[in-house]
């Protein structure tokens, strides 16, 4: 518990909101899509969903809002769900955004425009990153859940910020978004959500 309450002191240390980013990228996710306030076809169903699903779902209703939204601002097509709670994770992308291919299990041949990693399970001892990467492409974005939870975790994010093919990284404490963006210079956000 000591641990998580030091994480988070850091956390909100060094966070900012969009007027600390200085990457037009970054600033037009995060003002356009973290902090979207209008309301979403999609929540009619997400809501629902998610007062059914609270107990077992890993984040709130504000994070399962800004998955679902993320799709759409993103144009995702193909995604990769690595994670215990495949289909509760797969039903808050797939709301409202049709079209979209979903898969439980890295297929050789297929490239993924987002891959959604789970730490609350075993992912972090096994060497999961090295075959992620051989399927992403510039544009990929890899979402991992829960980042600071423990020295596990956060040892897995901190591997990851530090992957010379990461470019962008947006730590907003419950979630971690990882960029491969090669016209980006590498940098590291800390973003309130």
């Not at 994480?7 to 909101?17: G, I, M, P, R």
């Not at 037009?24 to 209008?38: A, E």
């Not at 509760?88 to 409202?96: C, D, R, V």
Request: charged share 25%; proline share 4%; aromatic share 14%.
């Amino acid at each position: 518990m000591l641990f998580l309450i030091k994480e988070y002191c850091k956390f909100l240390f060094a966070s900012t909101n969009q007027h600390g980013v200085h990457s037009p990228f970054v600033y037009g996710l995060v003002t356009k899509c973290f902090y979207d306030t209008k309301k979403k076809l999609s929540y009619s169903d997400i809501i629902p969903f998610y007062r059914e699903f609270h107990q077992i779902l890993p984040f709130n209703l504000k994070v399962t809002k800004l998955l679902n939204r993320i799709i759409p601002y993103l144009k995702i097509k193909k995604i990769l769900i690595v994670s215990d709670r495949f289909e509760e994770i797969k039903t808050i992308f797939t709301s409202g955004n049709d079209s979209l291919k979903i898969d439980s299990q890295i297929e050789e041949k297929n490239s993924y425009d987002l891959i959604y990693l789970d730490l609350d399970e075993t992912y972090p001892k096994k060497n999961v990153l090295k075959p992620l990467l051989s399927t992403m492409h510039n544009d990929s974005i890899i979402i991992i859940n829960k980042p600071h939870k423990s020295e596990e975790h956060n040892f897995f994010w901190e591997k990851v910020k530090e992957t010379p093919e990461v470019k962008v990284t947006i730590d907003s404490y419950l979630l971690g978004f990882v960029f491969f963006r090669k016209e980006q210079v590498k940098e590291h956000f800390n973003i309130r959500i």
